[in-house]
């Protein structure tokens, strides 16, 4: 049996894939659906092909989410540059309220054993012997295991994983409201120290998605002192406020490691996928469709393994040549560009550029993008 670890979008994948293969697998997750989660529900239009190749599209559009085309990024200084977000077609805006539950829908439908609201804490074993996977009071034996359990988690202290002693100073917070916003568009205003996501989501909602350094975050005493110091830095964010209303309340996550450059693509002969494998920066709006991408690439590989078709050192090295070829790139160009996002100055002078050379804006768009799909 194959286990996943990890019922998110990377681990839905995995799961959804390996059973097409007719794998029998079990996916544990440690929550339970539906849930919100702080992510820009930004979908790139790659993720329509894996959506397709999970049987998962139809459900997926029925939910009628936003079609995005365009981004526009603002500078707290004034400054403005407004970009064609993709150059293969339109990408979507759907909540992770909706989308994970479709996954894991779809993940059950195709016959896989989805367990919710048990968290694994520990694996043991090779891909040799097998290996054991331990939840609280139970433990049970898999030929292999995929580990999709995100950026950064109790498991990784488990599995002694180097980022984990990196100090990760970055706050995430995300609500929905409903508010006027360009309906193509997916802004992405800057302010000291963070910037704000605002883009459509499904059902004519908006997500606020904001990413912020953990000091900067520190100087207001609350989530809401802290959203109204940050909407007066940036007068398009003042303009959004001003008649939006909010929706969902604000949730928030610390700790969103972008010092996590030491993640490997196979540890103790786990397979890890999306997050787990390594992140890339959320400005990119593409770590949903790489978490997709790598979930499809980490069953193929094991599908060929249990089928005898390869063996454990080659699985381990075809793996870690694929995924990095696929994403290594992506994931710098996107740490990258983010940090511009983080430097006022930076920005500033970034949007100059990009406003007298647009063929360099859209150079960077496409650079941070699948260029195919498996
Ligand atoms: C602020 C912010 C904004 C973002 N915006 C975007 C965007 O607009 N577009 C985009 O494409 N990407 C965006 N991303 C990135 C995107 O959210 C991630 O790349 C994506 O969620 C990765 O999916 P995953 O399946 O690897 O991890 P996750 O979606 O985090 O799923 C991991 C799952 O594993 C479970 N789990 C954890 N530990 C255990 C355990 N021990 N046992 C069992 N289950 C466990 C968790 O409960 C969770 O369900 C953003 C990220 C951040 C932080």
């Not at 909602?205 to 109204?228: G, H, M, Y």
């Amino acid at each position: 049996m194959l286990i996943v670890i990890g019922g998110g979008i990377a681990g839905a994948s995995a799961a959804i894939r390996a059973a097409q293969a007719d794998l029998p697998v079990m996916l544990i997750e440690a929550g339970t659906y539906p849930r919100h989660k702080v992510c820009g529900e930004f979908l790139s239009p790659e993720a329509v092909n894996y959506f397709t190749t999970l049987g998962a599209l139809p459900a997926i559009e029925a939910e009628q989410p936003a079609r995005l085309t365009r981004v526009r990024v603002t500078s707290a200084a004034g400054g403005e540059w407004i970009g064609a977000l993709t150059h293969t077609g339109a990408g979507l805006g759907l909540s992770r309220h909706k989308l994970d539950q479709l996954l894991i829908d779809r993940a059950r439908a195709i016959g896989v054993h989805v367990v919710t609201g048990q968290k694994v804490t520990g694996v043991s074993g090779n891909l040799t012997e097998g290996f054991t996977v331990t939840m609280r009071g139970d433990s049970i034996r898999a030929r292999a295991v995929i580990a999709a359990h995100g950026k950064r988690t109790a498991l990784d202290r488990v599995l002694n994983r180097p980022f984990m002693a990196q100090p990760q100073p970055y706050v995430g917070l995300k609500a929905h409201f409903r508010g006027a916003v360009r309906a193509d568009t997916v802004d992405l205003h800057a302010f000291p120290g963070g910037y704000c996501g605002v883009s459509r989501i499904e059902a004519g909602l908006v997500n606020v998605c904001l990413l912020v350094r953990l000091e900067t975050f520190k100087r207001r005493d609350s989530i809401p002192a802290f959203v109204q110091w940050m909407q007066r830095q940036n007068r398009h964010l003042m303009r959004f406020f001003a008649t939006a209303e909010q929706v969902t309340g604000w949730l928030s996550i610390s700790q969103v490691p972008f010092n996590d450059h030491d993640k490997q693509p196979v540890e103790q002969d786990i397979l890890m996928v999306g997050d787990a494998a390594g992140m890339i920066a959320p400005l990119a709006g593409d770590g949903m469709s790489m978490a997709l991408h790598s979930g499809l690439l980490a069953a193929d590989h094991i599908t060929r393994y249990l089928w005898g078709d390869s063996d454990a050192v080659t699985l381990k090295r075809l793996y870690t040549t694929a995924w990095r070829e696929q994403f290594a790139a992506r994931i710098r160009l996107g740490r990258w560009l983010q940090s511009s996002l983080f430097r006022p100055a930076l920005l500033s002078a970034g949007l100059t550029l990009i406003n007298a050379a647009p063929a360099l804006g859209q150079y960077f768009v496409r650079q941070t993008r699948a260029p195919a799909h498996p």
